[in-house]
């Protein structure tokens, strides 16, 4: 829990103190610093253990956070089932009732990303991740369809180059790409995995 204390300014012009909090002309609270957060009644979020500044509406949801990344608000929930994969510090960005709806950040995992969500949750991440050497872009299904199911994976990994199709069911059925050799390949997959067409293969020959 938040702790005030005072607020000193010491010999060499330097303002110290556990958090700020600014208000607008209503005397609501707007822009809140702290680590952790400052506790205040105008926030709809209650979660308040981070390092971040948070810039709040008139109804008092988060609109844009910098700092240690929070979990994310979907359909107006903070719900631990979504929690993100890592910590991780950037630049997040809330819809008008709170919900997420994209951002920028560097997670402990070794991720960097941007990223688009529907306010119900994922839509469109660019990504590198340091451990697997992949670097591109993910696009999921609504929710409506899936839990967080991948419809299109494009990016490199290695020496390969590559787009890769998949179905609601999480069933790669369209590969596009390029090996390590150079060595193009488009094919259509049935609902097992398995090759049912391969269209450059005549021209491969």
């Given amino acids: 829990m938040?702790?005030?204390s005072p607020v000193v300014q010491a010999s060499d012009g330097v303002l110290r103190g556990r958090g700020l909090v600014i208000t607008d002309e209503a005397g609501r609270a707007r822009v809140l610093?702290?680590?952790p957060l400052?506790?205040?009644?105008?926030?709809?979020?209650?979660?308040?253990?981070?390092e971040a500044m948070v810039f709040l509406d008139e109804q008092g949801h988060d609109r844009i956070s910098l700092g240690q990344e929070m979990p994310a608000q979907i359909?107006?929930?903070?719900?631990?089932?979504?929690?993100?994969?890592?910590?991780?510090?950037?630049?997040v960005i809330d819809d008008q009732k709170g919900n997420e709806r994209g951002g920028l950040g560097f997670l402990n995992n070794g991720r960097a990303l941007i990223s688009l969500d529907r306010p119900n949750g994922d839509s469109w991440t660019a990504l590198v991740d340091d451990k697997i050497?992949?670097?591109?872009?993910?696009?999921?299904y609504d929710r409506s369809?899936?839990?967080?199911?991948?419809?299109?994976?494009?990016?490199?990994?290695g020496k390969r180059a590559f787009v890769?199709?998949?179905?609601?069911?999480?069933?790669?059925?369209?590969e596009l790409g390029v090996d390590a050799n150079g060595k193009p390949a488009l094919r259509v997959l049935d609902e097992n995995g398995k090759v049912e067409q391969d269209l450059l293969a005549s021209t491969q020959r």
């Fill in 75 to 91: 359909n107006g929930v903070v719900s631990s089932e979504h929690h993100r994969i890592a910590p991780g510090y950037g630049f």
């Fill in 33 to 35: 610093v702290g680590a």
């Fill in 133 to 140: 050497g992949f670097a591109g872009t993910v696009s999921t």
């Fill in 164 to 174: 890769d199709v998949k179905d609601l069911h999480d069933r790669p059925r369209a």
């Fill in 145 to 157: 369809f899936g839990e967080n199911v991948t419809g299109v994976l494009s990016g490199t990994q």
């Fill in 2 to 4: 938040f702790r005030p």
């Fill in 38 to 50: 400052p506790d205040t009644k105008d926030r709809k979020r209650r979660d308040n253990a981070y």
